[in-house]
């Protein structure tokens, strides 16, 4: 885990050896993982899609605005931020 804050213009990335992967039989996405598998609601899905280790938290933002814009963009942009905090302290996410 890096000690830098996240902030937009970071670069998050999944831990080497860690991948997304959908389970068509529980119709959601899973964080796999050497020791097991982490199951993800919808949200943490579509947010981890979005890293690629090129794009940076304002892009992943701008990515989810655009695919749900019936959903107020502050709210998202507060999601996906708590989100990549979070998931960088449980140690799922690296960023630059």
């Known amino acids: ?4 804050p996240i902030d937009g213009r970071s670069v998050c990335h999944l831990r080497p050896g860690w991948r997304l992967q959908w389970e068509e039989a529980q119709q959601r996405h899973v964080l796999l993982y050497p020791e097991g598998m ?9 947010i981890l ?11 992943v933002i ?8 019936e959903a107020p963009a502050a709210a998202i942009a507060e999601d996906v931020h708590e ?3 979070d ?8 960023h630059d």
């Open 1 to 4: 885990m890096n000690d830098v």
């Open 62 to 69: 701008a990515t989810l605005q655009a695919r749900y814009p």
């Open 38 to 46: 982490v199951q993800l609601n919808d949200t943490a899905g579509a």
């Open 83 to 85: 989100f990549m905090v």
């Open 49 to 59: 899609a979005q890293l690629d280790g090129q794009r940076d938290v304002d892009a």
């Open 87 to 94: 998931a960088a302290q449980q140690g799922w996410i690296h």
